[in-house]
């Protein structure tokens, strides 16, 4: 699934450069502080890296289709279970509103699809190792603030809200807990444009 979901963003990416002459790749690596809602989890810091592509169609408004790795997840202060870790391809098309034409100050508007490629719950005790699946995938809502210079450096805070449950499945309620255990996501990262030309 890892590999199909690579050649999908792959094909993805190369088709919009075609159709687009303006286009400009990218990459962008930066760090997750993530939790789980309705669970007695701690933050959980981690690392986010990937690329993108950014689509200038009008002055103060770019298309940017984005495919990430995002490590998630949170941190146990139990003697009964662990950290939970959820490795995510995410899927995302990010919309940008300029200030200024194309650069400087921005806003962030999101819509995407996170697929699990890996995760673990680890249990301590107990015998239910196998009676907490994670769902496999999570919609995404994605809102933030950046600033991009001239020569293609990008700083950005972004704020990630999934919408479907990891408990999604029902097997349990994971510590106990009421009500869906939804990711939330605070990411602060470094972008960089590339001038194709």
Do not use: W
């Not at 990416?13 to 075609?18: A, D, E, P, R, Y």
């Not at 990459?27 to 309705?38: A, D, R, T, Y």
């Not at 990891?166 to 605070?186: A, C």
Request: net charge negative.
């Amino acid at each position: 699934m890892k590999n199909c979901i690579l050649l999908i963003g792959i094909l993805f990416f190369g088709s919009i450069s075609l159709l687009n002459a303006q286009a400009r790749p990218g990459i962008k690596l930066g760090v997750n502080n993530s939790n789980l809602s309705n669970t007695t989890l701690e933050d959980k810091k981690d690392l986010y890296i990937g690329a993108f592509v950014n689509i200038p169609l009008a002055d103060y408004y770019a298309l940017q289709p984005e495919i990430l790795y995002s490590r998630q997840g949170g941190t146990s202060n139990s003697t009964e279970f662990g950290d939970v870790n959820i490795n995510y391809i995410a899927v995302t098309a990010v919309n940008k509103f300029y200030v200024s034409p194309n650069k400087g100050f921005h806003f962030i508007i999101g819509l995407g699809l996170d697929f699990n490629v890996s995760s673990d719950l680890n249990i301590l005790f107990g015998s239910n190792n196998d009676a907490f699946e994670i769902s496999p995938v999570d919609l995404t809502f994605t809102g933030g603030i950046g600033y991009e210079f001239g020569f293609g450096l990008i700083l950005e805070a972004r704020y990630k809200q999934g919408a479907i449950s990891t408990d999604f499945f029902g097997n349990r309620d994971l510590f106990e807990e009421d009500g869906s255990q939804l990711n939330s996501v605070i990411q602060v990262g470094l972008g960089y444009k590339f001038k194709i030309k």
